[in-house]
């Protein structure tokens, strides 16, 4: 009998961990300003975890690299290639902002499926990954439109708008909206993938036993890193879409 009350309780105490508060905040005022804290803390880690595991990695460079250098070296190449291919020749001054968009993003979402955050409690809401508030998505989505026009004006200067007239001015509330869309898109895209992995789990937990939940979330490891992929590279796409002038 003590047995079963131990495991009905350990089941418990793993619902309660996967559990999602929806709608439910920690906030902080700063300046005037309400802020989500639960979002402000976790992307001050992930943002930890990046810095400290670059400083660690490049404050002793090896002209033949270690493992942690050699990873690093293969990451820094492998988002090269995806700016190269979708900028073209003139992706070198965007390589450092698809690169931080591209790990912001992933650390980010790992961090939510791989770090407890629910044991710590918070008076309102909970610890999840940055990248489930849609503020965050939206707030990465904006820098990705303003990247977007200033790649295209500091190319073009004022000529740049006149693609909105191309090839005939009837389009122009078409190319405006298009405009528009690009983030919101982004942003939705980011955001219900990332809530939907979450909701789930959750779901899987409260229905089945937990062995069956635990490959889904090794799943939702995969598809969190393909999130942060799509967005780097529709971000980098938007770029050189912007450079090129062309649809």
Partial sequence: M???LCSINTL?????ISAVEVGQHFYWKIGGFQVHAQVLITSWVVIAILLVSTILVVRNLQTIPTFGQNFFEYVLEFIRDVSKTQIGQ???PWVPFIGTMFLFIFVSNWSGALLPWKIIELPHGE???PTNDINTTVALALLTSIAYFYAGLSKKGLAYFSKYIQPTPILLPINILEDFTKPLS???RLFGNILADELVVVVLVSLV???VPIPVMFLGLFTSGIQALI????AAAYIGESMEGHH
């Fill in 2 to 4: 003590n047995v079963i």
């Fill in 12 to 16: 418990k105490r793993l619902y309660d």
């Fill in 90 to 92: 003139e992706y070198g």
């Fill in 127 to 129: 610890l999840a990954a």
């Fill in 186 to 188: 982004l942003s939705f």
């Fill in 209 to 211: 036993p937990l062995v």
């Fill in 231 to 234: 967005f780097a590279t529709l």
